[in-house]
Nanobody
Framework: QVQLIESGGGLVQAGGSLRLSCVAS???????VGWFRQAPGQQRDFVAG????????TYANSVRGRSTISRDNAKNTVYLQMNSLKPEDTAVYYC?????????????????WGQGTQVTVSS
């Protein structure tokens, strides 16, 4: 498996921006990385994903147009830039790796997970 470490979360006012980072180590090959989020008492939801080889991306409707996922191959890092943040974006954000590169929104398709980083958006 690959080890994933997220960072970049924090407290921000509505309308603000954050950039989350996900650094991978261990198994160097993983075909796709996804960002998920989980608010208290809620299920873990897909936010965005990226294929490592092609850079193909996909987004949940809730963040499309406000967020950009990207990767830096040399740094083994995936980023999630989030703009125009809303209070409903408040959650713990996790990155996850899928060795088969399916780029799906199903959390079961991802076999490695980070510990998460808290994002809190105040109104």
């Amino acid at each position: 498996q690959v080890q994933l470490i997220e960072s970049g979360g924090g407290l921000v006012q509505a309308g603000g921006s954050l950039r989350l980072s996900c650094v991978a180590s261990g198994r160097t090959f993983f075909s796709a990385v996804g960002w998920f989020r989980q608010a208290p008492g809620q299920q873990r939801d897909f936010v965005a994903g990226i294929r490592w080889d092609s850079g193909t991306t996909t987004y949940a409707n809730s963040v499309r147009g406000r967020s950009t996922i990207s990767r830096d191959n040399a740094k083994n890092t995936v980023y999630l830039q989030m703009n125009s943040l809303k209070p409903e974006d408040t959650a713990v954000y996790y990155c996850a790796a899928d060795p088969r590169g399916r780029l799906t929104s199903r959390s079961d398709d991802y076999d490695s997970w980070g510990q998460g980083t808290q994002v809190t958006v105040s109104s």
